[in-house]
């Protein structure tokens, strides 16, 4: 996930609804990112909305690469709380919650759906390493899930599985960037890749801290790699035809990520120095094709 502007670069609280919506899209999706090329697929009546509940999203998530000290990072997801309580109350004074407050009304979200996004900061605020794959699966489904099921009722949707479904999707995008984001992880002091497995495959946090190469990294990173394409590809299919259109942005993002991981797997994963990404071209048409 890429770090954007922080808070102090916002717009104030007098922001125009154009501004305010201007500044989502520059938040959540910039041209050339994967979520520019997802949101494409959808009406462009629904892409404001969209993009804002994905800039929230990411300015959540966005807390633990910008903020180094704890007690602010804690203090920054503290004020966005309470933010959460303006916006529900009527009077957000973000430009992001000023864009959600119409959405809210519109799409019926719950402040509950909000808040669980927010889990997903504090969990990367309190640990750095995962003991084993049950700790690692709760926090894709809090970074990942959350989110993904909090977009999918602005997709739009009429099967009622589909808000859990979307959430299983995000989930397990979210595990197949721990593949393609492996070294900006590192480097910023993450090795999500659960503890018992590095131990399995003789792999250390340090190892890949400090870009160390090797057959048993390499190994490593095709069984991780290998599990995350497929739980992509279950998930993906598990989500109800007469909900895959409106569902396209999620369907595209999956796409994206399996073409990403392909691409990884296709440098041998050299990814501890570098950051591997797809062309803009096979991102459009990656995310034109996702059905």
Not at 34 to 39: K, V
Not at 89 to 113: F, I
Not at 135 to 161: I, K, M, N, S, W
């Amino acid at each position: 996930m890429q770090p954007h502007e922080t808070a102090d670069d916002t717009p104030g609280p007098a922001a125009s609804p154009a501004q305010a919506n201007e500044y989502c899209r520059q938040k959540a999706g910039p041209p050339g990112s994967a979520l520019y090329y997802a949101l494409l697929q959808l009406p462009p009546s629904k892409r404001d909305t969209a993009y804002a509940v994905h800039a929230f999203s990411q300015e959540i998530g966005d807390i633990h690469a910008a903020v180094h000290d704890p007690g602010v990072a804690h203090a920054k997801l503290d004020w966005w709380r309470q933010e959460l309580a303006r916006l529900f109350a009527g009077t957000p004074a973000h430009p992001v919650t000023r864009a959600l407050a119409p959405v809210v009304k519109q799409s019926a979200l719950s402040r509950e759906a909000f808040e669980a996004v927010l889990h997903g900061a504090e969990m990367d605020l309190s640990q750095m390493r995962y003991l084993d794959f049950v700790g690692l699966t709760h926090y894709c489904d809090a970074a990942g899930g959350a989110p993904a099921e909090l977009a999918a009722h602005v997709y739009g949707f009429d099967d009622p599985q589909t808000p859990a479904l979307a959430r299983a999707l995000g989930h397990a995008i979210t595990l197949g960037r721990r593949v393609s984001d492996a070294g900006v992880d590192a480097r910023a002091g993450y090795v999500y890749f659960p503890i018992d497995e590095l131990q399995r495959f003789g792999v250390t946090a340090a190892d890949i801290q400090n870009g160390k190469y090797s057959p048993a990294f390499v190994d490593l990173m095709k069984f991780q790699h290998a599990r995350a394409r497929q739980a992509i590809v279950e998930a993906a299919a598990a989500i109800p035809t007469r909900d895959r259109r409106k569902q396209r942005p999620l369907l595209a993002l999956a796409a994206l990520q399996l073409a990403l991981m392909d691409e990884v797997a296709a440098s041998d994963y050299q990814v501890l120095h570098q950051r591997i990404d797809l062309t803009p071209l096979r991102k459009f048409w990656k995310a034109w094709r996702a059905r």
